[in-house]
């Protein structure tokens, strides 16, 4: 087998999706038995910077699936993996939380796929 070189990985990770490349840094933490953590450079952060930033774990919550049901599920099911009458159920309790935990970042990519269907979509 062919040794990978830096340039076919970081082309590799750029053709990637955010659900993707979240499901890889998973993958090699419990491979190697490590943490993603970020340590910043510039030394111990003040919780009043932290505080500034705002969440780093938020929940998104379908307040309502709106008239486009079918095309909401679909997404529920696309941003959890659950089986289509997972999904369903899921759908059919809002309002409810779909992802729990998740960075802002992702919270918003998901609130864009779900409102293009239809959904009423709040982050907390």
């Given at each position: 087998?062919?040794?990978?070189t830096?340039?076919?990985?970081?082309?590799?990770?750029?053709?990637?999706?955010?659900?993707?490349?979240?499901?890889l840094?998973?993958?090699?933490?419990?491979e190697?038995?490590?943490?993603?953590?970020?340590?910043?450079a510039?030394g111990p952060?003040e919780?009043?910077?932290?505080?500034?930033?705002?969440?780093?774990?938020?929940?998104?919550?379908?307040?309502?699936?709106?008239a486009?049901?079918?095309?909401?599920?679909?997404?529920?099911?696309?941003?959890?993996?659950?089986?289509?009458?997972?999904?369903?159920?899921?759908?059919?309790?809002?309002?409810?939380?779909?992802?729990e935990?998740?960075?802002?970042?992702?919270?918003?990519?998901h609130?864009?796929?779900?409102?293009?269907?239809?959904?009423?979509?709040?982050?907390?």
């Amino acid at each position: 087998m062919a040794k990978l070189t830096h340039e076919d990985i970081i082309a590799a990770l750029k053709e990637m999706s955010v659900l993707e490349l979240n499901d890889l840094v998973k993958a090699i933490e419990a491979e190697f038995g490590v943490t993603a953590a970020v340590a910043a450079a510039s030394g111990p952060v003040e919780e009043e910077e932290v505080a500034a930033k705002g969440p780093s774990e938020v929940n998104l919550i379908l307040a309502n699936f709106g008239a486009t049901k079918v095309q909401v599920i679909k997404a529920v099911q696309g941003i959890t993996g659950l089986g289509l009458m997972d999904a369903k159920k899921l759908v059919d309790g809002a309002p409810v939380a779909i992802k729990e935990g998740i960075s802002p970042v992702e919270a918003e990519e998901h609130k864009k796929t779900l409102e293009a269907a239809g959904a009423t979509v709040e982050i907390k």
